[in-house]
């Protein structure tokens, strides 16, 4: 069982260090480790707040994503992931520590001794430890330091095995366990959100949903016959990054092999996610690829419920996807809104083998 008693700065035993390091990397992934790094840092050192920062993929937004650990109101610690806000303070220094990869030792406005380390992986970062506490934290700087490169080099491991190779999004191997992961997330933020009156009134209408979509290449074994397989990797390449791009940060993108892609999306409705995808297949088809030129793409997406199985939703989005293939391609079809119309038949828990 984990010790929940805090040492103070600069005097944690060998024992205890080499058992949280232990701790946090038996984890296979990634947001499991980065709970655990966030949960044995507080564990180990006297702090109000220990924050785990992603890095960015934009300018705009160089902050991705936050998991905090807290003390809660029984005393306990609380592990969490939060939404950053850019025109936090606290963010803008953090993004400004992850940019000049220097360690930020300062005093937040309310007071706090704050200790931010970036992260470093050749000559960039890839986020921020960032710890706040009553008392200064100078003398847990190596403490932190000494984390942060293992975690560092440990992530760089798991991403190997969540990530395709060519294009850098996540693989299909990885799909499974973060879609039942953002089933999960949402269900607590909706529990948490309910614990108040005014953010029942908030939840009670039409929140955010989740939709699940399907890309596929149109035409793609004739790219790769009449220009190559070098191209056509190319290509791939390329509509990966446009992905990045054009998908927010939050959106979850996966390559499941050969010119097929799965995108995890949260919009308001039906409307704003169709728009959303519809607006990047027109993208697509009016870039221009080197050698090969103009390229379509087809779409198919179902929206996902909290009780849904990833093989039901999948189901779903790929008779979407081949109702936009057979209908000319160069399209986006929804599966609910084909359901509506009659066009596809509704696809029923146990309608499909799981196994």
Do not use: W
């Not at 395709?164 to 990885?174: E, I, V």
């Amino acid at each position: 069982m984990r010790s929940s008693r805090p040492v103070p700065p600069g005097h944690v035993p060998d024992s205890r260090l080499l058992a949280s390091v232990a701790e946090f990397t038996h984890h296979r992934d990634i947001d499991a480790l980065d709970h655990s790094l966030v949960l044995s840092l507080a564990e180990l050192v006297k702090v109000r707040t220990v924050m785990l920062c992603k890095r960015g993929e934009s300018v705009q937004f160089p902050v991705d994503a936050v998991v905090a650990c807290t003390h809660g109101a029984d005393g306990a610690f609380v592990v969490e992931a939060v939404d950053p806000s850019h025109d936090d303070e606290s963010v803008q220094t953090i993004a400004r520590a992850m940019e000049t990869l220097k360690t930020v030792s300062d005093v937040t406005p309310a007071g706090l001794h704050r200790l931010v380390i970036p992260i470093k992986r050749e000559q960039t970062a890839i986020g921020a430890l960032t710890l706040e506490s009553d008392e200064g934290l100078n003398g847990v700087r190596a403490l932190v330091e000494g984390f942060a490169r293992i975690y560092c080099n440990y992530i760089a491991l798991l991403n190997e095995s969540e990530r395709d190779k060519l294009t850098g999004l996540y693989n299909r191997r990885s799909f499974d366990r973060r879609l039942q992961r953002m089933l999960k997330q949402r269900r607590q933020r909706a529990r948490a959100l309910a614990d108040g009156r005014e953010e029942r009134r908030q939840i009670s209408g039409d929140g955010p949903q989740v939709y699940l979509a399907i890309l596929d290449i149109d035409h793609f074994k004739r790219i790769n016959d009449t220009y190559g397989h070098v191209y056509g990797d190319e290509v791939i390449l390329m509509l990966a990054q446009q992905m990045r791009t054009n998908f927010r940060q939050g959106d979850v993108l996966f390559r499941f092999g050969g010119e097929e892609f799965v995108m995890l999306l949260a919009a308001q409705d039906e409307q704003t996610a169709h728009s959303a995808l519809d607006r990047f297949r027109r993208y697509v088809a009016e870039h221009a690829y080197p050698q090969v030129g103009h390229v379509t793409v087809s779409i198919g997406y179902a929206r996902i419920t909290e009780n849904d199985y990833s093989e039901i939703v999948l189901d779903r989005a790929d008779k979407a996807l081949y109702y936009a293939k057979q209908t000319g391609r160069d399209s986006v079809h929804g599966y609910e809104n084909l359901s509506r119309t009659g066009e596809l038949a509704p696809v029923a828990l146990g309608s499909i083998d799981l196994f």
